[in-house]
């Protein structure tokens, strides 16, 4: 069983950075895919952030060039550094570890950009 803990969430103004943690526990990190989706309020969850064991990242379009993933398998932590901030980047982002007969996720940390 693996436990994924998202922290680093908050409230920040437009313009402003923030940089989300997800901590792993369990051995299977370093050979995963780790990704990062995010739920705004009445909207469906949809794909942040992806990348692979072999550091091979992907990005929705309405974060590239603002957001990077990035992961340190010997933490078993994976980050989204989050710069330039705006209001519609506003959601409960979740930690995702898929695999072959495994799906984990994480509880989510809220991020709230306003001024």
């Known amino acids: 069983q693996v436990q994924l803990v998202e922290s680093g969430g908050g409230l920040v103004q437009p313009g402003g950075s923030l940089r989300l943690s997800c901590a792993a526990s369990?051995?299977?990190?370093?050979?995963?895919?780790m990704a990062w989706y995010r739920q705004a309020p009445g909207k469906q969850r949809e794909l942040v952030a992806a990348?692979?064991?072999?550091?091979?990242?992907n990005y929705a379009d309405s974060v590239k060039g603002r957001f990077t993933i990035s992961r340190d398998n010997a933490k078993n932590t994976v980050y989204l550094q989050m710069n330039s901030l705006k209001p519609e980047d506003t959601a409960v982002y979740y930690c995702?570890?898929?695999?072959?007969?495994?799906?984990?996720w994480g509880q989510g940390t809220q991020v709230t950009v306003s001024s």
């Open positions: 369990g051995s299977i990190f370093s050979i995963n895919t």
């Open positions: 995702r570890m898929p695999g072959l007969g495994y799906d984990y």
């Open positions: 990348i692979t064991s072999g550091v091979i990242t």
